[in-house]
């Protein structure tokens, strides 16, 4: 049986601040996404939809939620890159037998749940890490702020099925990452319902990114 | 000399159900005291009802694992030189009390078991007799978790476990998945099975607090990490072992 903990443990020392941080990483990538979908939502509702969206960007609520989004997110990406090429078995390529490739077709969807979650909370992570940050600087202040970005570009670029495909899984994985990671934080928190918090959060990003995807397809 | 430190040290015991409480003793350190030394001195000079556990008192067996200020560390390979003031001493985290330093570290060997952590040889067909000989490549591969000692200290020092005592953890799992890279091993297939189930590789959070702390410098979140890829190609149908002995004599 495990002794207790206080639930700020990890206030004990600097690695674990770090640690809960990136675990808090998560929220910020369900926001996120969520915010995608929006904005998805409002490039496919026309031009003031899409002023209306402009306006909610540019509000210093808004400013400041990308500011603290961009301290965590770039948390993650920095632990990331550090740690993704440790991770890696050695001999990984002698490890691949590359002639059964077209197997995968027939086996994923047989897969484990547990195995097919890790494999969607990993490419959401990849995802994460290395364009979460920079699309923070997009939609935090590039095209609030700069007027770089107007309607009709923004319609040319997402308002099609390519982009609504890319968009739509995006807003999935990236979404599911963070959802997962979000109920690891609430365990660390010490509740014990971290679990059915991912869940939740898991339905809202797999229904955000098809509302996301149907709106630029439409 | 290195003047004299204070070692606050948590007392319980559970056998009287005890509630923990602190003593604090005064130690005088020279530059090459240990904590174990400390605590040795303590219980033969000061309070001979002192209850810890020690072995080797070399960093090699793992038995003298404590909290050190919050931190998971061998008694014998901690020096009070490195530390200032009063010295807190706790048993290690993440484990039942059995009296002062001493836990219950049967949960922690139930582990391995759970975890398939042990040898599953090849069939003894002549051309494994033969391949029993392990090349220097196909050591390599198990040779960086092989200095495991069984300290517990990788527990401690995990949330995961903390959180959810039924958690494999990380040296059961670095050790299972050691087994399966082993090119002497036929027992990948039952042992990711349980891997790959309830408590196992996917509860890790790859917090790394397991290998910044273990004393032998084994670095088991990447190794678990690792495992969990390989575990994926597995399902997947697309992994292979890669041991020269198979595919040479």
């Known amino acids: ?28 990538l369900v ?20 002023e209306d969206a402009l306006a909610v960007l540019q509000s210093p609520a ?44 027939v086996r994923l969807p047989l897969a484990r749940w547990r195995i097919l979650e890790w494999l969607a909370f990993t490419i959401g992570g990849t995802i994460s890490a290395l364009l979460a940050v920079p699309l923070l600087v997009v939609t935090g202040v590039i095209i609030p702020f700069t007027g770089l970005v107007t309607y009709a570009q923004a319609q040319a670029l997402l308002h099609n099925p390519f982009a609504a495909v890319v968009t739509a899984a995006t807003i999935l994985v990236v979404g599911f990452h963070g959802a997962h990671r979000t109920g690891g934080l609430v365990g660390d928190l010490g509740f014990k319902n971290g679990r059915n918090i991912e869940r939740i959060l898991y339905s809202l990003v797999g229904l955000g990114s098809l509302v996301g995807g149907v709106a630029l397809l439409i | 000399m290195h003047g004299s430190r204070t070692l606050r040290i948590a007392r319980c015991n559970a056998a009287t159900g005890g509630e923990r409480s602190f003593e604090e003793y005064s130690v005088e350190v020279s530059a090459d005291t240990s904590l174990l030394a400390a605590l040795e001195h303590i219980a033969a000079h000061k309070d001979e009802t002192l209850s810890y ?25 901690t020096f009070l030189r490195d530390y200032q003031g009063t010295i807190v001493i706790e048993p290690l985290a993440g484990f039942t009390v059995l009296r002062d330093l001493n836990v219950d570290v049967d949960l922690f060997f139930d582990k391995f078991e759970q975890a398939g952590a042990y040898l599953a040889p090849l069939p003894e067909t002549a051309e494994v007799q033969r391949n029993h000989r392990q090349w220097p490549e196909d050591l390599a591969l198990i040779d960086p978790y092989s200095a495991c000692m069984l300290c517990a200290i990788c527990y401690a020092a995990c949330p995961k476990f903390r959180e959810n005592p039924s958690y494999m953890g990380p040296a059961a799992l670095v050790a299972a998945h050691r087994y399966n890279e082993d090119s002497r091993d036929d027992g990948a297939g039952f042992r990711l099975a ?56």
Request: with cysteine; glycine share 8%; aromatic share 8%.
């Open chain 2, 194 to 249: 349980r891997m790959v189930g309830e408590g196992g590789i996917f509860e890790c959070a790859a917090n790394e607090g397991c290998s910044l702390a273990c004393p032998k410098g084994i670095d088991n979140a990447a190794a678990l990490q690792g495992a969990k890829l390989l575990a994926l190609l597995t399902e997947l149908g697309i992994a292979t072992k890669p041991t020269r002995a198979r595919n040479s004599s």
């Open chain 1, 62 to 105: 808004m400013l400041a939620w990308h500011a603290a989004a961009l301290a965590f997110v770039a948390v993650h990406s920095v632990t990331w890159v550090r740690f993704m090429p440790k991770a890696m078995p050695p001999r990984l390529r002698e490890r691949v037998a590359w002639r059964s490739l077209p197997l995968i077709l």
């Open chain 1, 1 to 28: 049986m495990s002794t207790n903990r206080s639930p700020t443990w990890w206030l004990n020392d600097r690695h674990s601040v770090k640690y809960m941080a990136k675990q808090a990483s998560g929220l910020f």
């Open chain 2, 53 to 77: 556990r020690s072995s080797c008192g070399h960093g090699v067996c793992g038995s003298c694992s404590m909290m050190v200020n919050g931190e998971p560390r061998l008694a014998c390979s």
């Open chain 1, 31 to 50: 926001l996120y996404a969520l915010l995608w979908v929006y904005f998805a939502v409002a490039v496919s509702g026309g031009h003031g939809a899409f």
